[in-house]
């Protein structure tokens, strides 16, 4: 038996990188999965890479009211309900200390990390509860359980994410909704890749260097490591899990001081 067999999922975030990976691992498990972006090209990567009658997409902002109403409601016409809720999609902006920082740049970071997220579970709650429970799965990061400098928005805004898991499990346990956060490390994706474009222009080769040194395991995490995860809280094995912050980090957090 597939582990998410018949499931109904939504994947934010979805047009590449972590949720690309999961969208492929939960179709392969038995579900049928709708992924979420604002970039319809990166939707259809995603889309025809899993090359699957049970994947669909639909073009939506995480930060928007409407858009959220929309791609839930056309998750569940298409399905005909709601089981799982990955909380994807986020945002890196922009790098400095806080002087430096422009609020237009913290306001961006907000509205699509926290907003967002907090939208996907105010909306996605009737419909899961009409299905007796089911799992959301928010992707905070290591930068939601540490501070790192140079990175206050999205460190705030990760922080948020893991008080919106916390506080969405105590009201989500009584209609068996299930609301858990994951903290992953260092990727090697996109997001990645843009950081070490933007802090070491030129030198991109040393700063992710840098990074993995300061890995204990040594290296960059990889999609499909943390889908892995997201599988685990998104099936009935995590049955117990609630309110948790668990890392796919290689370490990353608990070697920090
Ligand atoms: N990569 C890492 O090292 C790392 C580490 C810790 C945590 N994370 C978290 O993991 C999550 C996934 O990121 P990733 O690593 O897979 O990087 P990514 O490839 O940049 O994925 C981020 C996704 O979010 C989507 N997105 C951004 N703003 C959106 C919006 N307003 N509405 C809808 N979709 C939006 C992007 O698609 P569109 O451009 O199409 O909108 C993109 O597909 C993020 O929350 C990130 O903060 C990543």
Redo the contacts with the bound molecule.
């Keep these: 038996m597939k582990r998410l067999q018949d499931k109904v999922a939504v994947i ?8 690309a990976a999961t969208a492929a691992l939960f179709v392969q498990e038995g579900a049928r999965v709708v992924v ?4 319809e090209e ?2 259809r990567k995603t889309m025809q890479a899993i090359n699957h009658e049970n994947v669909s997409y639909t073009v ?4 928007q009211v409407e858009d959220t109403q929309r791609y839930l409601r056309e998750t569940v016409e298409r399905h005909g309900g709601l089981d799982i809720v990955v909380s ?5 902006g922009e790098f400095g200390p806080i002087s430096d920082i422009s609020v237009e740049a913290f306001d961006s970071v907000m509205a ?2 926290v907003r ?1 997220t907090w939208l996907a579970i105010k909306y996605a709650f009737p419909e899961l509860r009409k299905r007796g429970g089911g799992s959301i799965i928010l ?5 939601g359980l540490n501070g790192m400098g140079i990175s206050s928005p999205y460190v705030a805004s ?1 922080h948020a994410v893991v008080g919106l898991a916390r506080a969405g499990a105590i009201d989500g346990a009584p209609h068996g909704i299930r609301v858990n956060a994951v903290c ?4 090697d ?4 890749t843009n950081v070490e474009r933007t802090l070491g222009a030129g030198n991109e080769a040393q700063v992710r260097a840098w990074v993995a040194g300061r890995v204990p395991l040594k290296r960059f995490g990889s ?1 499909e490591e943390v889908a892995k995860l997201n599988l685990f809280l998104a099936s009935g094995d995590s049955s117990y899990c609630t309110g948790g912050t668990y890392t796919v980090d290689g370490g990353w957090s608990a070697s920090l001081p």
Excluded at 12 to 19: E, Q, V
Excluded at 36 to 39: D, E, F, K, S, T
Excluded at 189 to 192: E, F, G, H, K, T
């Design positions: 934010t975030g979805g047009g590449s990188g972590i949720g979420v972006g604002r970039n990166k939707l939506a902002d995480v930060s994807n999609a986020g945002i890196q699509i990390n967002g992707t905070a990061s290591a930068g990760k992953p490390g260092p990727v994706n996109d997001m990645m999609n």
